[in-house]
Each structure stands twice: as C-alpha cells, then as structure tokens.
C-alpha cells in the first residue's frame, strides 16, 4: 500500500529563501504534530508562513483526503526564490540604487504513515500459506530419528586409529578446538629432546 501525498503551497511570501530554508530543513522528516511543535518554539520570523503551511497540508489532509492528523509527517518541503521586488533608494552624486525585496515559495508534501495493522494486512501470510507450515511441521518419527542420527555422532563411536608409522589426524569439527590444541600439545612435548624440557621455563 502506497502512502497518500498531500501538497500545499505558500507563494510570495516576503521573505528571503535563505532564510526560510534554515528552518524548513529543521522539520523536514518530522511528524506533523511534532514538527509544529517545534516551529512553535522557534525565535526566527520564518516560522510564521512555514507554520501556516503546515496547517494548510493538515487540514486538506483531513477535509479532503480524510487522512488523521496523527497519521501524517513531513515528507519534503522546497522553498524556492520568488520574483523580487525592485525598490531604489538615493545614493551620492545624485544617483539612485536599486534594493531587491525578495520573495519566495513554499511548498510542504504531506505524508500518510502506515500503521501496524495496515503492514500485517500487506506483508502478512495469507490462509494458503498456513498449510505449508503445518507441512513442514509434520516430519515422520523414522525421519527425525535418522536427522539426529546424522548430525550427532554417538558417544562409544569407535574411531580409527592411526597405523603404524603414521601422524594421528585430528578432526577439529568433532573433537572441539580445545581437545585437538591439548593433543597437538601432547605431541610437541613427546618431541622435544632431553634439553630443551630441562631449559624449559615454566610460566607460573
């Protein structure tokens, strides 16, 4: 199920993008009852038209879409540059410079949040599915017996041994990490010579 967006727009608002920009980025992502708490507290003058077109989104989310204030966030807010206003003010030498009175646009996309039962009903198993499992859960006795039979060496498991002549091999897989350093231990000290267990130092 795709979210619902809803759009609404804020033109020539008299005021820089700039400015309108350093608090819009503040609230991008946010739920919407969050982020108008957030705007409520905020110092900056760019809050006002930013608040208003918030509460614009909400409520044609509730009038027209019918969608919950508590279901719906931030999904993206743009403000762009608008046409500027041209104004002039008096310079030395009797020249005039121009002042450029900037405007821009808002524009905040609402969108729905799914709730949990929504994602259930969309990514749960269906009926159909349901046999499957009680299928796989149906495993015959003979079946399991053999499973564990295999995957569990017994106990009084008689291993080879090693001919005459012949290094002992080791499996780490069955006898664990530390049987087979123990044993390779063993084997180091039945080859060292008389000297070097006298000169041996002993930790300890």
């Known amino acids: 199920m795709e979210s619902m967006d809803i759009t609404a727009h804020n033109r ?75 104004r002039w003010r008096p310079r030395a030498f009797g020249r005039a410079a121009p002042i450029i009175k900037h405007l821009c646009h808002i524009t905040v996309v609402l ?33 399991s017996e053999k499973s564990i039979s295999v995957a569990v060496a017994p106990a009084n498991e008689t291993r080879p041994t090693a001919a005459d002549g012949e290094k002992e091999i080791f499996d780490t897989a069955r006898e664990g990490r530390h049987e087979y350093a123990q044993k390779l231990n063993r084997e180091q000290k039945k080859q060292k010579g008389f000297l070097k267990k006298v000169f041996h130092r002993k930790s300890g």
């Open 111 to 143: 969108g729905e949040k799914l709730d949990v039962e929504k994602r259930q009903g969309v990514v749960g198993t269906s009926k159909s599915a349901a046999p499957h499992s009680d299928e796989a859960q149906r495993v015959s006795p003979v079946a």
């Open 12 to 86: 020539y608002v008299r005021m820089s993008a700039r400015k309108v920009r350093l608090l819009a980025d503040m609230i991008r992502g946010l739920d919407t009852q969050t982020a108008l708490e957030q705007l409520r507290y905020m110092t900056r003058a760019a809050r006002v038209p930013l608040e208003k077109t918030v509460r614009s989104a909400i409520a044609s989310a509730e009038n027209t879409y019918h969608v919950q204030k508590e279901h719906t966030f931030v999904k993206t807010i743009t403000v762009d540059i608008g046409p500027g206003l041209q």
